[in-house]
């Protein structure tokens, strides 16, 4: 997800933290306007000057140069690997990423250039259908395309939907003006987008401080004849846990309602194959019609590409699909976007011969254990856990502090605490009709060894003991210089590039209900 950033005006943008602190008077003797290609990075004239932030310069700089600013600049990003709060793959072997770096200027779309990487592609959509159990008899047409993420996926899904749904009712002669889907209010945020730009009306099945997952029986109990599809989730953004799609299917089924599912992969499609293989959610279930899953999350390949697969040509209507001719032959396209890399393509493709199913599972298999390690030891330490653990959801660890202890102190303030030793380990506000219950969230990927669990649980440990021994007052006030540092107040010049024209919309579960949209 991309913030809306802000274009400054001319008096903004002639301001600087120099000019605010009254810097830009001091001069410095000795500049004798050399040449700064020959000199060191730091013994140049850039040394001395603010980085170009609104307008592009006049005059060039040497690379090195370039190259230095800006990683000094990146230098206060955070450390990929610490990010505990993402699904997103933070690390690849040296060989994929060489082959990805190689793949750089390859425009993926242009088939009639490249047609070995748009072969690569199909090989890894057969692929990927196969691990979900698609159709592979005699009659069977499966299909599916890449995408730049889950997102990407879900909005062609959903737009696939839709348009089936309109040319039903057109068919029958029927108003087809007012569509709507069927979901958990517990939905990443991409899912509330699709249906807002599609102009779909979203039906929401509500979480409650007991369940943070879909109510099958509520949600076909709101199916009516305007509505497009369900989407049940395999792998919830806060306590990772698996819908129970066959419910689902098995009450479409029973009632006999013109309706399907299309299953949010995003996470769970290549973790459930491997840990949990007699788990029924995909194309084994006849109402499920179509599926995504995120390659940069447990697909293990760096950000972004996603997968979206179609069981037949009825769930996906020809008027969407667009043709490409290249070497003499007509190519099916699909997508929200053009223009895009090939190397995220080709990383997926090297990680799934590479390791195979059997190194899949292994890594599925060590990554679940570490979850249910880390599960024990915080759940010793006195939290609740709210995930599950055995293989029944995703390797993650989502947990609360227990009611009972009546602490002065809650998740934001241990997720604060945890920030200060360089751990993020975010804080959250549950779904709509949850009580306004607030959880923490491990993701347990990769490169998430048990020695750095160790350490993680250690810091968990000594933060608890930190804010006992701090009275509430002492809280209040940590959490609020915390707040307004992230906020901006402290550093102004980052909250002046963020658009603040669409501040608190009231449109979202999150202006609604105060939902907190969990990073993926």
């Keep these: ?18 000019e605010t602190l009254g810097l830009d008077k001091l001069s410095l003797a000795g500049q004798d306007g050399g ?39 990146l230098a206060l990003d955070g450390t990929p690997t610490l990010n505990l709060a993402s699904f997103v793959t933070t690390y690849m072997e040296d060989e994929a990423e060489k082959l990805m770096t190689e793949a750089f200027n ?9 047609p070995q990487s748009a072969e690569i592609q199909n090989r890894c959509v057969s692929m990927i259908a196969r691990l979900f159990n698609c159709p592979v008899d005699d009659d069977a047409n499966v299909m599916g395309t890449s995408t730049i993420g889950s997102s990407e996926a879900i909005m062609l899904a959903t737009l696939a939907m839709k348009k089936r749904w309109q040319n039903k009712r057109k068919a029958a002669g029927k108003p087809y003006d007012k569509p709507n889907i069927v979901m958990n209010a517990a939905v990443q945020v991409c899912w509330e987008k699709a249906a807002r730009y599609f102009d779909v009306e979203e039906k929401y099945v509500y979480c ?12 076909v109990d709101l199916v009516d004849e305007n509505t497009i599809g369900i989407c049940a989730i395999l792998g919830t953004t806060y306590t990772g846990e698996y819908e129970d799609v066959k419910t689902m299917n098995d009450l479409l089924e029973e009632r006999n309602l ?87 393509v080709i990383g997926q493709y090297y990680q799934m011969i590479r390791l195979g199913k059997h190194g899949y599972r292994a890594i599925m298999t060590n990554l679940t254990r ?3 390690y880390l599960s024990s030891a ?4 006195g939290f609740q856990i709210l995930s599950k653990t055995g293989g029944n959801g995703l390797p993650l660890v989502a947990f ?26 975010p804080a959250y506000t549950m779904a709509p009709h949850s009580e306004k219950l607030k959880l923490m969230r491990v993701v347990v990927r990769e490169d998430f060894s048990r020695a750095r669990c160790d350490m993680l649980i250690k810091d968990i440990h000594g933060v608890m003991e930190t804010l006992k021994q701090k009275d509430e007052e002492w809280i209040k006030d940590h959490h609020q210089t915390s707040n307004e540092h992230k906020q901006g107040k402290m550093h102004s010049h980052h909250q002046k590039k963020v658009n603040h024209h669409y501040k608190n919309g009231q449109h979202s579960l999150q202006g609604k209900h105060g939902k907190t949209h969990a990073v993926c």
């Design 35 to 73: 040449d700064d290609s020959t000199v060191s990075v730091y013994g140049s004239r850039f040394a001395c000057e603010d980085l170009p932030t609104h307008s592009m310069p006049e005059r060039e700089m040497p690379p090195q140069v370039a190259y230095r600013m800006i990683k000094d600049d």
């Design 1 to 18: 997800m991309v913030h809306l950033a802000s274009v400054p005006n001319d008096k903004e943008a002639k301001q600087s933290p120099v």
């Design 106 to 114: 390859k425009n993926f779309i242009d088939y009639e250039e490249y």
């Design 370 to 372: 570490t979850a249910d």
């Design 258 to 344: 013109d309706c399907y599912i299309h299953v949010d992969a995003a996470s769970g499609g290549f973790v459930a194959p491997f840990v949990n293989p007699n788990f029924l959610w995909d194309f084994r279930l006849p109402r499920v019609i179509s599926i995504n899953v995120s390659g940069h999350k447990y697909g293990l390949v760096y950000p972004g590409v996603g997968w979206v697969v179609w069981r037949d040509p009825e769930f996906l209507p020809k008027e969407l699909i667009f043709t490409v001719n290249y070497l003499g032959a007509d190519q099916a396209t699909f997508t929200l976007n053009f223009s895009k890399g090939a190397s995220q």
């Design 378 to 381: 915080v759940e010793a330490m």
């Design 208 to 219: 409650t401080p007991e369940r943070y997952v879909i109510d099958p029986k509520e949600a």
């Design 400 to 425: 609360r502090l227990n009611p009972k202890d009546k602490h002065h102190f809650d998740e934001f303030a241990i997720a604060h605490q945890l920030r200060e030793r360089s751990w993020v380990v």
